[in-house]
């Protein structure tokens, strides 16, 4: 079964198609930051109308690249939810009818299902049952994962995202929408042992988290340091430095705590923050104390994507699962509610 997916639930859009058996056989991301970045964030107007620009030359740049025609498909997935509602609506009407003209079916997905299987692209992927963190701009989740659509959450988090507490310290220091990379790179030239930022709620039992303290705590310092500031540029990349290993730590302590409270062996990570080069580094070290291994998507399909997409509806659609023609996307939706196909 071939099945074209679209991710239009952000200020990505996002094409695939995949074949089971044979893996993706095409698939292109198109970013909008440029469109958003002279705001400081994310548009929704702006992200939709994009989107109705982009999605439906991207179909066919990408049905041309996989060498196939509009017949080739046996099902479209499109993302759902949650998202921006605009954005959302624009991938889900055009699955939507595309899928009807075919005469194929259609699924709408979750995206932070399609988050959470991307990792079983790769080679080799893990098997269920496993642990998920799931860290993009909206979530941080820990989830029990003992199949497709049978997710138990762990622990989540009270206040900011961790990509949102990224986005949101990047800009505080003055650095370029989208924070989270930028941030990274600078963290790159910050000396390690200048200052240390608390690792927020590691000190109690169990798997929420909260990071909208870090964010506080990096202005603070920021603050502090500006009366005093010789080498302002170095002490923006240590504050950078300090804020990264903090959030990572965190993760990573909740991670072997969760790897060990379930007895899973693997760990799944998956959303914009799992490129983070330091959090995967950090997170090798901390499973392994645990005896547990941890499993990572290629960068391109850690941030927002069609593939991840294409391969989570193929999933539902080849088990006979379909959405009916008035199927409504989600701005919020719920991924524990989510059933097994
Ligand atoms: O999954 P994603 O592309 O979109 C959502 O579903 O939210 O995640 C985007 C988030 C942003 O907050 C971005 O700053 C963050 O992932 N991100 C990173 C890195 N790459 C992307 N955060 C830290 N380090 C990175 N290398
Ligand atoms: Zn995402």
Sequence with gaps: MRVLGIETSCDETGVAVYQGGRGMLAHAVYSQIEIHARYGGVVPELASRDHV??????????????????????????????GLIGALMVGAALGRSLAW???????????????LLAPLLEEPAPEFPFVALLVS????????????????????????????????????????????????ALAEQGDPG??????????RPGLDFSFSGLKTFALNTWRE????????????????????????DTLAIKCR??????GFPRLVLAGGVSANRRLRATMDGALAKEGARAFYPRPAFCTDNGAMIAFAGWHRLQAGQTEPLSFAPRARWDMAGLAPP
């Design 257 to 262: 705590r969760a790897v060990r409270q379930t």
């Design 225 to 248: 340091e500006e009366a005093a500031r010789s080498d302002r540029e170095q002490t923006r990349a240590d504050i950078a430095r300090a804020f990264e290993e903090a959030v990572v």
């Design 137 to 184: 701009g909206g979530h941080t989740q820990l989830v029990a994962v003992a199949g497709i659509g049978r997710y138990q959450l762990l622990g989540e988090s009270l206040d900011d995202a961790a990509g949102e507490a990224f986005d949101k310290t990047a800009k505080l220091l003055g650095l370029p929408y989208p924070g989270g990379p930028a941030l990274a």
């Design 194 to 203: 200048r200052y240390r930022f608390p690792r927020p709620m590691t000190d």
């Design 53 to 82: 620009r982009k999605t439906l030359p991207m179909i066919r740049q990408v049905l041309d690249e996989a060498g196939l025609a509009k017949p080739d498909i046996d099902g479209v997935a499109f993302t759902a939810g949650p």
């Design 101 to 115: 003209a075919w005469g194929v079916p259609a699924i709408g997905v979750h995206h932070m299902e399609g988050h």
